[in-house]
């Protein structure tokens, strides 16, 4: 619906600036646009929980070692953590209070996440609650494989870094160039709004953008 709304808005506006084809143009282009800025916020969100993860496992760890239920060791990591983690666990919390099983409602975090390692959280929460033994141990070797892996990650991060950077200035060039011509020299752009064609063209600019934004994206992306 917001995005229904966003798109809408945006039509109206581009009727009112510069007539049908720009409205069209930017309904066309909503959803996409929408896509990518969900994206990016759902992937700052993952990796913010993929940082406090290790400090989770400590705490979890810690409650079980001074005798709290699993459920107990929950509730108190979801009233110390920083957000997501808090909002994650408590939603765990919540949920099994209203009759749903701990086991599903943290695999259904790992996937909400999409992270491997809180999977393997979730998978020796289960095995534990199967056969037995001593759980707090498990989640301090589950832990220790956990930072050795975010170790590897921040350097791939780190390499990949330079990348990363040349990607944003590939995406920000053609609109500070288009910015500084129309300070440099307003008329210059104006067959763009003037005629079907430009329109045409600045459609295609902005889909050959898109495309090169969600592939500079892909080859700076790596999983682990």
Do not use: C
Not at 112 to 132: K, L, N, P, T, Y
Not at 141 to 158: D, F, L, N
């Amino acid at each position: 619906m917001l995005v229904v709304a966003g798109a809408a808005t945006g039509g109206a506006f581009g009727v009112l600036l510069a007539g049908p084809i720009l409205a069209l143009l930017v309904v066309l282009l909503a959803p996409f646009v929408a896509k990518l800025v969900l994206g990016m916020l759902a992937s700052r969100r993952r990796g913010a929980f993929a940082e406090q993860l290790d400090d989770s496992l400590q705490l979890l760890a810690s409650g079980l070692r001074a005798g709290h239920s699993l459920l107990r060791a929950i509730d108190a990591v979801s009233a110390d953590s920083p957000a997501p983690t808090s909002e994650e666990f408590t939603r765990v919390i919540n949920e099994t209070r209203l009759g749903r099983d701990v086991g599903e409602s943290l695999d259904d975090t790992a996937q909400r996440m999409d992270s491997d390692d809180f999977r393997w959280v979730a998978q020796a929460i289960a095995i534990h609650r199967e056969v037995g033994g001593n759980l707090a141990e498990v989640l301090d070797q589950v832990g220790h494989t956990i930072r050795e892996r975010s170790q590897i990650r921040g350097q791939v991060k780190a390499l990949s870094a330079e990348g990363r950077i040349s990607a944003l200035v590939l995406m920000v060039l053609p609109f500070g160039l288009g910015g500084f011509l129309l300070v440099a020299s307003p008329g210059y752009m104006d067959k763009f709004t003037q005629s079907p064609l430009g329109f045409m063209l600045m459609g295609v600019a902005a889909l050959l953008l898109i495309t090169g934004g969600l592939w500079l994206r892909k080859v700076v992306s790596f999983k682990f």
